[in-house]
């Protein structure tokens, strides 16, 4: 017997397994995001997803707080990139950040990746500043973060 009071699961809602495992293909450093702590992001209503669905092999994942987005995390399985999908977040990112009231959005970024600053770039994002050390590599060392924001159209 089902209790009646009990939902079905929403399949269209986020699954944090599954973004934890294509965070997992994507980043190693500083290291890639858990299950519980895409979870507890999700569970707040300042973030949002942006995918192409349940088993999108792209996402992007923003929070909206006193009129500015930010961008927390993007990623796209390494078997699909090049295909336009990161191009395609960053748009809906884009749309939902504003319809949540944000006028201005930014993000970091580890300086040396040289692929994802040309992607911001090429989709609008401006250098604004460097978070020296930022990122912690799993053997230690440190990598500086590249800053970067944009005016939400």
């Known amino acids: ?33 858990s299950a519980d702590e895409f979870n507890a992001l999700l ?9 192409d669905g349940p088993d999108s092999p792209a996402f992007a994942l923003g929070r909206v707080v006193a009129g500015e987005a930010e961008l927390l995390t993007i ?11 990161a191009r395609r977040c960053l748009a809906g990112f884009d749309l939902q950040a504003k319809a949540m009231g944000a006028d201005t959005a930014f993000l970091e970024v580890a300086a040396g990746n040289a692929a994802a ?12 500043g460097l978070r020296r050390g930022y ?19």
């Open 75 to 85: 990623a796209t399985d390494p078997d699909q990139r090049r295909r336009g999908l």
């Open 117 to 128: 600053i040309a992607l911001y770039t090429a989709c609008g994002w401006q250098g604004t």
């Open 43 to 51: 569970l707040s209503p300042h973030v949002f997803l942006v995918s």
């Open 135 to 153: 990122y912690r590599a799993p053997d230690g060392s440190r990598e500086d973060a590249q800053i970067m924001g944009k005016s939400l159209p």
């Open 1 to 33: 017997m089902t209790d009646p009071d009990q939902q079905a699961p929403d399949p269209q809602a986020p699954d944090p397994q599954k973004l934890a495992a294509l965070h997992t293909r994507c980043f190693t450093m500083p290291r890639p995001w």
